[in-house]
């Protein structure tokens, strides 16, 4: 299967990965859907972004289509997210212990906050990090692959001393630039790229949006749709009245944050389409969601449990399901 085709009657879509650490694993079962239903669907893929987990999905989705299609694309998908859960029983306990931490912490109990910079360990979990992204994504071919590819690919980072929002596109993608996406500042040191420094982009665009109208030149090249896959639920059935409800609700609503200024430029800029405001190179542009849904706690975001990471991925393939018969 190609990335892209060019039928008249093709809608053209770019999709946008929210980041919430290993609840982005519902991204992943997503994506696997989307592209494995491409063919059968009246769709274009032009774009993908994403952020922190979203970040890593999005990368590993374009990297495998470009470099094989579908089935390699799929199987990047999985091999990462099968590589990033706890398996060895070292790494089990490590995850059990981290969650039932942050945990307690959130349910208003002590917890011993450390830097990143004072922990021995710390330079493990990145090169972990990179050595898996790099097991499965060969981020050598991603210029070539870069050039003049059907996809485009945007991760988002948040430069720590500029106070800027920043956005990595197509060949400048590396590894470093995805740690950078997903580098927790509690968790990761600052990621250096270019004599600059990166944290997690949760703190700049969750995910990258409007790069998706300013990216291309001619109007023929821009989504008519954007399909956002959102993690952190925008409703709450009731007002959170626990310290653990309020600290995950809090949570949720900072991940959400940039993403409804992100959806604001872009019903502004329609607005001025249809008001005749703008120049030819624009046109509107619909956004539809694909939401994870549910109320998981803020401190599930770093459970690596694999039947955990499991649930997730299949729940994704299911509410994508989901969304293209809706969309049929």
């Known amino acids: 299967m190609s990335a892209a085709t060019d039928t008249d009657e093709s809608t053209q879509v770019a999709i946008a990965c929210q980041g919430g650490g290993s609840h982005t694993a519902f991204t992943a079962g997503v994506l696997k859907h989307l592209l494995s239903e491409h063919e059968r669907q009246s769709y274009e893929l032009v774009a993908l972004s994403g952020t922190s987990g979203g970040a890593v999905c999005a990368t590993a989705a374009w990297y495998g289509l470009l470099a094989g299609g579908t089935?390699?694309?799929?199987?990047?998908?999985?091999?990462?997210?099968?590589?990033f859960a706890a398996h060895s029983p070292l790494d089990k306990l490590t995850n059990t212990w981290t969650v039932r931490m942050v945990q307690f912490a959130a349910r208003g109990g002590p917890m011993l906050t450390v830097s990143p910079y004072d922990l021995p360990f710390t330079s493990s979990g990145r090169d972990r990090f990179l050595s898996t992204l790099e097991a499965h994504i060969d981020f050598d071919r991603v210029p070539e692959l870069a050039a003049?590819?059907?996809?485009?690919?945007?991760?988002?980072?948040a430069d720590v001393t500029e106070g800027e929002f920043d956005t990595f596109h197509n060949e400048a993608v590396t590894a470093e630039a995805v740690l950078a996406s997903a580098a927790i500042p509690t968790l990761f040191e600052a990621v250096e790229i270019d004599n600059r420094w990166y944290w997690d982009g949760l703190f700049s665009q969750n995910p990258p949006i409007r790069d998706f109208l300013t990216m291309p030149r001619?109007?023929?090249e821009k989504p008519d749709e954007i399909w956002i896959v959102q993690i952190n639920p925008k409703h709450r059935e009731e007002v959170p009245e626990s310290i653990e409800d309020i600290g995950d609700r809090r949570n949720e609503l900072a991940g959400n944050l940039s993403l409804y200024q992100e959806i604001y430029f872009i019903r502004q800029i329609n607005d001025l389409v249809e008001r005749g405001d703008l120049p030819e190179e624009y046109k509107p542009i619909d956004v539809k969601f694909i939401e994870l849904g549910g109320e998981l706690s803020a401190p599930s975001k770093l459970d690596r449990d694999p039947a955990f990471v499991k649930q997730l991925m299949q729940r994704g393939e299911r509410r994508a399901e989901r969304f293209l018969d809706a969309r049929s």
């Open 218 to 220: 001619d109007v023929e």
């Open 71 to 83: 089935d390699r694309a799929v199987e990047t998908i999985e091999g990462i997210w099968r590589d």
């Open 148 to 157: 003049d590819a059907p996809v485009d690919l945007i991760v988002g980072a």
